[in-house]
């Protein structure tokens, strides 16, 4: 996958202008076309000032208000700069500081891209197949009492992994057969092998359609393919980039544990210009 050079992003953010000639050009291969308010033509040329000026009209208009990028209204070489912050795993305070943006601006932001995410994930959530692992996870601060399965006041996070594949998370109100097999059946196809811990809400799944294999933690993690190494990575992948932000509200959280789920899987792929796409994606 072609990862942009640093010469190459200084180039496009050395001026607004540049930014959103960019941006047109991102727009027009994802067959997005820009057009005048007033008049609806699609002739347009870039101003020194951020906007585009319609050919046939002259009235002047920000081509990218109705997309994600509108949700705030920050210059959008500024709005490149943070979109790449963001895809290095930058804080959105120190963000601010890097691009001498605003504080509540850069962190509204990143919640708008977080939400782009989110909704991209949504139209292509794809049923998993073959070999699965799954588990759950317990996410929240450090409190004193039991851990694990019995834990208070935590979030209950979700995951099933297709071996070599790809990660899907969602949150659960409890660890309840009823719930993990909900999940499971929404997201992965019947006939699949699925394999867990021996935590007993897991026995039903033979009786969903599923070849079910479990493994005892307390006495081995692996048993020839019977395993859930995959998504315990997972999870420690997740947990250690969560860690920075120091506490997440919980009206936040489903975002940002979608965000590492969706890291995880593009985690070889150039991440700024998938987000680009995504910000360019009307806002809804």
Not at 80 to 97: E, T
Not at 146 to 153: D, E, L, T
Not at 241 to 251: N, Y
Request: hydrophobic share 35%.
């Amino acid at each position: 996958m072609y990862n942009m050079k640093l010469f190459d992003f200084a180039n496009i953010i050395r001026s607004e202008s540049s930014a959103i000639e960019f941006l047109c050009k991102q727009s027009r291969m994802m067959d997005r076309n820009i057009a005048c308010p007033s008049c609806k033509s699609k002739r347009y040329y870039i101003m020194r000032k951020g906007y585009a000026r319609c050919k046939r009209c002259m009235a002047d208009y920000d081509p990218f208000v109705n997309a994600q990028f509108g949700k705030v209204r920050i210059n959008y070489d500024k709005w490149l700069s943070l979109i790449k912050l963001f895809d290095l795993g930058i804080s959105a305070r120190r963000a601010s500081k890097e691009t001498g943006t605003s504080y509540p601006a850069a962190l509204k932001a990143f919640d708008a891209i977080r939400y782009s995410i989110v909704h991209e994930l949504a139209k292509k959530d794809k049923i998993l197949k073959g070999e699965i692992e799954a588990d759950e996870s317990y996410f929240g601060g450090k409190r004193k009492g039991m851990r694990g399965r019995g834990a208070k006041n935590k979030t209950i996070v979700f995951g099933i992994m297709e071996r070599n594949g790809k990660v899907s998370i969602s949150i659960v109100k409890d660890v309840s057969a009823e719930s993990l097999i909900n999940e499971t059946v929404k997201k992965v196809r019947r006939g699949s092998i699925v394999y867990t811990d021996k935590w007993k809400s897991y026995d039903s799944l033979m009786f969903c359609g599923y070849k079910h294999l479990s493994i005892g933690h307390k006495y081995k993690f692996k048993r020839g393919k019977v395993y859930i190494n995959g998504i315990e990575g997972f999870w420690s992948f997740a947990k250690e980039r969560l860690a920075k932000h120091h506490g997440i509200s919980p009206g936040k959280f489903l975002f940002y544990i979608k965000e590492q789920g969706w890291r995880y899987n593009h985690r070889e792929k150039d991440l700024f210009m998938l987000l680009v796409k995504y910000m360019l994606g009307d806002a809804n």
